[in-house]
């Protein structure tokens, strides 16, 4: 599927004074996939139909991300995110959902369970920021306010290319890359990016930490082991702090384990939603 | 329609390239006229580095206010009134487009609906300024009525755009046949924003182009025209720009006048296409009013039927 077929997918809602753009497929419980920086719902496009058979499944652009709102006025952190998801769940009418997030979008993930627990019916975080595992070196520049003077859109995209194929295992995948930065190739779009790099804020991930240890949910930790972005030491010290976590191990994958390990991911996540959340109720 | 790409010889500047002086104008014009990006007529106004702080210290009284607001309104009144006569486009109907992208197309075409008969107003009261120049120290009666909010309304689309030299074979020829066919001196905002969707943008210019040679429309176009200048000379204030500061162009002076006048030329067939492509979404009543208004206690001009 190219980036331009899944863009003519999304559908839009207004969320306070903002809008976002989403994917919507299938039909059961909901599951809410959420992608990280600098990406956008695209990411999850290699895997998202096969949870779709059983599931309904919703893949929003964060603000400030892929072709949801990119104006240059509001706060893009995980904090406003977090409530940015909450919000739109109760404009669709989703109470609870399963929650999917990857790289940033699993520090929202985290953020909604320690904040809003009610509105998690469990928890899968992959490769994601926690604690102090992030922003990292290339993301702390990029956020820089003069970023936006210094270098030009096109520019900006071939050095995020650069840089993001180390968080791929497979130079086979890197051709979806084009796709995954396609929203930030204008100037709006780099802007935007710059600004979601300038949200990037250690502390939403520290000031939850003593949260952790209440999430009551089944939570699934799934980690690319090869990630030179999010090291999976981060990984083992989330599942020690989780209780009723699980930490899977995805051999030959980085960052972008969804794309170097599809078929293995996507097991893990329909196993895991059989154990937690069954599309039916299960026979007694 | 050449001779108006010759005339504009200065490369407008981009915004992201603007700094220090220039950058705080850019600033100020976005809050001022309540846009998300700096139009074609300032980005080529400030290729003048000398003139064009002073001709933004003359602009921006005139314009944070409610009558220079309301003249605009009734521009963009008078607009949708003609231009509904005009053969509908149906472009929306052709291209298989998703429910988001609607969204956003609406929203970006909002944008240019709000900002362009600002700008028709605004050059047009630069060229009568530039043609009667004022004496030195003469201090323009500032309107008694009140001053509009400054800021981006916060459901404004931002002003992005495709690159002037996109990648894209079809999409080059595009803003090319564009360009060569509206006499422009670069491919506007307006098209750059409607080329983030490909398909849209084929779809509107294909039928768009036999619509620009339409006798109706450039009597539109003409009537819009003198209806800016109208406001220019008999409505709104007159700018403190006087032969001293005129002088300071140099032999850039005629350029500079040329330039302008250019403006008023483009803007009403800019104003035109984006009632034209909206209509395709809105309806008449819709578009004559403004997509970010102002709440007023009352109202400083009558849209004339």
Same mark, same amino acid.
């Given at each position: 599927?190219?980036?331009?077929?899944?863009?003519?997918?999304?559908?839009?809602?207004?969320?306070?004074?903002?809008?976002?753009?989403?994917?919507?497929?299938?039909?059961?419980?909901?599951?809410?996939? #959420?992608?990280?920086?600098?990406?956008?719902?695209?990411?999850?496009?290699?895997?998202?139909?096969?949870?779709?058979? @059983?599931?309904?499944?919703? #893949?929003?652009?964060?603000?400030?991300?892929?072709? !949801?709102?990119?104006?240059?006025?509001?706060?893009? !952190?995980?904090?406003?995110?977090?409530?940015?998801? @909450?919000?739109?769940?109760?404009?669709?009418?989703?109470?609870?959902?399963?929650?999917?997030?990857?790289?940033?979008?699993?520090?929202?993930?985290?953020? #909604?369970?320690?904040?809003?627990?009610?509105?998690?019916?469990?928890? #899968?975080?992959?490769?994601?920021?926690?604690?102090?595992?992030?922003?990292?070196?290339?993301?702390?520049?990029?956020?820089?306010?003069?970023?936006?003077?210094?270098?030009?859109?096109?520019?900006?995209?071939?050095?995020?290319?650069?840089?993001?194929?180390?968080?791929?295992? !497979?130079?086979?995948?890197?051709?979806?890359?084009?796709?995954?930065?396609?929203?930030?190739?204008?100037?709006?779009?780099?802007?935007?990016?710059?600004?979601?790099?300038?949200?990037?804020?250690?502390?939403?991930?520290?000031?939850?930490?003593?949260?952790?240890?209440?999430?009551?949910?089944? @939570?699934?930790?799934?980690?690319?082991?090869?990630?030179?972005?999010?090291?999976?030491?981060?990984?083992?010290?989330?599942?020690?702090?989780?209780?009723?976590?699980?930490?899977?191990?995805?051999?030959?994958?980085?960052?972008?384990?969804?794309?170097?390990?599809?078929?293995?991911?996507?097991?893990?996540?329909?196993?895991?939603?059989?154990? @937690?959340?069954?599309?039916?109720?299960?026979?007694? | 329609?050449?001779?108006?790409?010759?005339?504009?010889?200065?490369?407008?500047?981009?915004?992201?390239?603007?700094?220090?002086?220039?950058?705080?104008?850019?600033?100020?014009?976005?809050?001022?006229?309540?846009?998300?990006?700096?139009?074609?007529?300032?980005?080529?106004?400030?290729? =003048?580095?000398?003139?064009?702080?002073?001709?933004?210290?003359?602009?921006?009284?005139?314009?944070?206010?409610?009558?220079?607001?309301?003249?605009?309104?009734?521009?963009?009144?008078?607009?949708?009134?003609?231009?509904?006569?005009?053969?509908?486009?149906?472009?929306?109907?052709?291209?298989?487009?998703?429910?988001?992208?609607?969204?956003?197309?609406?929203?970006? *075409?909002?944008?240019?609906?709000?900002?362009?008969?600002?700008?028709?107003?605004?050059?047009?009261?630069?060229? =009568?300024?530039?043609?009667?120049?004022?004496?030195?120290?003469?201090?323009?009666?500032?309107?008694?009525?009140?001053?509009?909010?400054?800021?981006?309304?916060?459901?404004?689309?931002?002003?992005?755009?495709?690159?002037?030299?996109?990648?894209?074979?079809?999409?080059?020829?595009?803003?090319?046949?564009?360009?060569?066919?509206?006499?422009?001196?670069?491919?506007?905002?307006? =098209?750059?924003? *409607?080329?983030?969707?490909?398909?849209?943008?084929?779809?509107?210019?294909?039928?768009?182009?036999?619509?620009?040679?339409?006798?109706? =429309?450039?009597?539109?176009?003409?009537?819009?025209?003198?209806?800016?200048?109208?406001?220019?000379?008999?409505?709104?204030?007159?700018?403190?720009?006087?032969?001293?500061?005129?002088?300071?162009?140099?032999?850039?002076?005629?350029?500079? *006048?040329?330039?302008?006048?250019?403006?008023?030329?483009?803007?009403?067939?800019?104003?035109?296409?984006?009632?034209?492509?909206?209509?395709?979404?809105?309806?008449?009543?819709?578009?004559?009013?403004?997509? $970010?208004?102002?709440? $007023?206690?009352?109202?400083?001009?009558?849209?004339?039927?």
């Amino acid at each position: 599927m190219t980036w331009r077929e899944f863009q003519r997918l999304q559908i839009v809602s207004r969320v306070n004074a903002r809008f976002v753009s989403y994917v919507e497929a299938g039909e059961g419980p909901p599951v809410i996939l #959420i992608h990280g920086i600098p990406v956008w719902g695209y990411l999850w496009h290699g895997i998202y139909s096969e949870l779709a058979r @059983t599931r309904r499944v919703l #893949i929003p652009d964060l603000l400030g991300f892929g072709f !949801s709102d990119k104006a240059d006025g509001f706060d893009r !952190s995980i904090a406003c995110q977090a409530h940015m998801i @909450t919000a739109w769940m109760t404009q669709l009418g989703i109470p609870r959902a399963t929650i999917i997030g990857h790289d940033i979008g699993g520090g929202v993930a985290l953020r #909604i369970a320690t904040l809003f627990p009610a509105r998690v019916e469990a928890l #899968i975080v992959m490769n994601t920021v926690c604690y102090d595992s992030w922003p990292i070196e290339l993301m702390l520049q990029f956020g820089h306010p003069e970023a936006h003077r210094k270098i030009s859109a096109s520019l900006a995209v071939r050095l995020l290319r650069q840089a993001l194929k180390r968080g791929f295992s !497979s130079s086979r995948n890197r051709n979806i890359m084009e796709g995954l930065l396609a929203p930030y190739t204008t100037e709006t779009g780099k802007l935007s990016l710059i600004r979601n790099a300038a949200a990037l804020n250690t502390n939403l991930t520290t000031e939850i930490t003593h949260l952790l240890s209440g999430i009551k949910i089944p @939570t699934l930790v799934l980690w690319g082991v090869k990630d030179r972005f999010q090291p999976i030491h981060y990984g083992e010290r989330l599942v020690k702090d989780i209780h009723e976590s699980r930490l899977i191990r995805v051999k030959d994958a980085r960052h972008f384990l969804m794309w170097d390990q599809p078929e293995i991911v996507t097991k893990h996540l329909l196993d895991f939603f059989d154990r @937690t959340v069954p599309s039916r109720p299960l026979m007694v | 329609m050449l001779f108006f790409s010759l005339v504009m010889k200065n490369y407008p500047i981009p915004e992201e390239e603007a700094e220090r002086e220039l950058d705080g104008i850019f600033h100020e014009i976005k809050q001022v006229f309540r846009v998300s990006g700096v139009n074609l007529n300032f980005r080529t106004w400030a290729t =003048y580095p000398k003139f064009f702080p002073v001709l933004w210290v003359s602009i921006r009284p005139v314009a944070e206010t409610r009558l220079f607001e309301e003249s605009c309104n009734h521009i963009r009144a008078l607009a949708a009134r003609l231009a509904e006569k005009l053969p509908r486009l149906d472009a929306a109907t052709s291209v298989g487009l998703g429910d988001s992208q609607i969204f956003q197309i609406q929203a970006a *075409l909002d944008l240019y609906h709000y900002i362009n008969p600002k700008l028709l107003v605004i050059s047009s009261v630069v060229e =009568y300024a530039c043609q009667h120049p004022t004496m030195s120290g003469f201090q323009s009666q500032r309107p008694d009525h009140e001053l509009i909010p400054r800021g981006i309304p916060l459901r404004m689309y931002p002003m992005e755009m495709i690159d002037e030299t996109p990648d894209d074979a079809t999409l080059r020829r595009t803003f090319r046949d564009i360009q060569r066919t509206l006499g422009l001196p670069g491919i506007n905002s307006d =098209y750059r924003t *409607l080329a983030l969707w490909p398909e849209y943008l084929y779809a509107v210019w294909h039928r768009l182009k036999p619509v620009i040679t339409h006798p109706l =429309y450039l009597e539109i176009a003409l009537t819009l025209r003198e209806a800016a200048q109208q406001m220019a000379s008999h409505v709104l204030p007159r700018l403190t720009i006087s032969e001293d500061q005129l002088r300071v162009l140099g032999r850039k002076r005629t350029h500079f *006048l040329e330039t302008t006048a250019h403006f008023t030329q483009l803007l009403p067939p800019l104003i035109i296409n984006i009632v034209l492509i909206s209509l395709d979404w809105r309806s008449r009543q819709d578009l004559e009013g403004s997509p $970010f208004p102002i709440e $007023f206690s009352s109202t400083v001009l009558e849209p004339s039927t």
